[in-house]
């Protein structure tokens, strides 16, 4: 049981009306919590401030998009003057043309370009084109990955053990009641950095599957980079069966390099998708990828829809984020890989102190804390066999200490952190280690 030291007066009262109202309490499922969930009052930068006067150092950033903190002038400015020249039109315009234009000049996969507004739906738009462009229907996916909430991908994102088979022969577990059977015949799950198993399905399924879609760092479950020469043992198997790899970049795109995680990995698959830090808070999603492939949708084969895609606020978001990460690239990748290593050492070494086992891992702008003995995570079975109840009870400490990371451990940095909102979340980190 977590017990919150902090006045929660109001936020308690908030929840209490909501219960009522929302179902659950809550607009999201990922917003559950054991304890008071947090009420926002506002943001601004790096930090959070909530309705009952408490502020936090913030390292969740809207689960990911706030990748130039909260509110940055030239989004803000971007924004409002759209907002005063329309919200929606639900028809072409300048700012779109530019938007795919640049995408295209960063993403390597990058030739043809869909926008959508969240990232379940450009995932749905990419595994629709890949099967219409196969003719496949068939899809891998990896244990432990989350691609988005719909029906055909909600499968083994964190399964329960007793249900999801051998390590190394997982069986595809529906995420939740309601689910339309069938999707799941239609998915095999594969261990993530398991290249053996990897190459034994592709060799029994391979005619069958119309694309193979991974996290490229896998962000949902830990932090875990793929091992030496797996993403081009991807690659290669795919190239080898005629199926497509599609890159889920929702939390990897702009947050590793300018050109995603493709760009850091330096792997390019045939689609990606994009959406969360693309449009610095804003809600835009985008499918690209090879024009070969990305045709399907040109010629009207292949249907792609949606009455608020490339909606001009949003495009005007996504605009000024691009451009800030494109034109400023050294000084932007430069702060995120310095700020997140900072505070990985800092936290390493306060666990080190505290004689607490801790893991520490990621490439830096995004990484994983993990309370467990184990050298390296490297899948989600590694994963699932950490202390996850700790984990749950240090978010709750770093909270009463004005520190907001992701209740499972990971921690998202921005390019308004500062040296000193490391130097105080390192020291938060140590009264929560002593704490718990
Ligand atoms: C890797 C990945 N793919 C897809 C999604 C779904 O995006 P959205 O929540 O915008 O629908 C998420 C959301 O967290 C994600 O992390």
């Known amino acids: 049981m977590v017990v919150m030291t902090r006045n929660l007066d109001v936020s308690r009262d908030l929840y209490s009306t909501a219960q009522q109202y929302l179902a659950g309490g809550v607009s999201s499922d990922a917003r559950r919590t054991t304890g008071v969930p947090l009420y926002v009052d506002r943001a601004q930068g790096a930090r959070l401030w909530d309705v009952d006067g408490n502020a936090y150092v913030d390292y969740v950033l809207g689960q990911g998009p706030a ?9 803000v400015e971007a924004i409002s003057d759209q907002a005063a020249r329309g919200m929606v039109y639900s028809a072409q315009h300048a700012a779109e043309v530019r938007v795919a234009e640049r995408l295209c000049a960063m993403v390597p996969s990058a030739e043809r370009v869909r926008f959508n507004t969240v990232g379940s739906e450009a995932v749905h738009a990419a595994l629709r084109l890949a099967r219409g462009f196969t003719g496949r229907s068939r899809i891998l996916k990896f244990e432990g990955h989350y691609h988005g909430w719909l029906d055909p991908v909600l499968y083994s994102v964190h399964p329960a053990l007793d249900l999801a088979g051998p390590a190394d022969a997982p069986v595809a577990v529906p995420g939740t009641a309601g689910q339309q059977e069938g999707h799941g015949e239609d998915l095999i799950v594969c261990p993530w950095n398991d290249l053996e198993t990897l190459t034994r399905l592709m060799d029994r399924y391979g005619a069958e599957i119309a694309a193979v879609i991974a996290e490229p760092v896998l962000c949902n479950t830990g932090a875990i980079l793929p091992d030496p020469g797996y993403l081009e043992a991807v690659r290669k198997l795919c190239d080898q069966h005629g199926s497509l790899l599609i890159f889920d970049e929702i939390i990897t795109g702009f947050r590793l390099a300018p050109g995603g995680a493709q760009e850091y990995l330096g792997i390019t698959p045939d689609l990606s998708v994009f959406g969360k830090a693309m449009a610095g808070g804003m809600q835009v999603s985008a499918l690209v990828g090879k024009a070969s492939v990305m045709d399907h949708i040109s010629t009207g084969k292949v249907a792609h829809a949606g009455t608020f895609n490339s909606q001009p606020v949003g495009i005007a978001a996504a605009e000024a984020t691009l451009r800030v990460l494109d034109e400023r690239r050294d000084e932007v990748y430069g702060t995120l890989f310095a700020r997140g290593s900072a505070l990985m050492e800092g936290i390493r070494a306060a666990a080190e102190k505290a004689g607490v086992p801790l893991l520490v891992d990621g490439p830096g702008p995004v990484f994983q804390t993990y309370f467990t003995d184990a050298g390296a995570v490297r899948d989600y079975r590694d994963f699932a ?14 909270l009463d200490r004005g520190v907001n990371m992701v209740p499972r451990g990971l921690w998202f940095l921005s390019t308004a952190h500062t040296e000193s909102d490391i130097d105080a979340t390192v020291d938060a980190f140590a009264g929560a280690l002593r704490a718990l």
């Open 67 to 75: 990748l130039l903190g909260h509110c940055p002038p030239e989004v």
């Open 385 to 398: 066999a950490t202390d996850r109840a700790m984990m749950a009870r240090l978010h709750a400490a770093l």
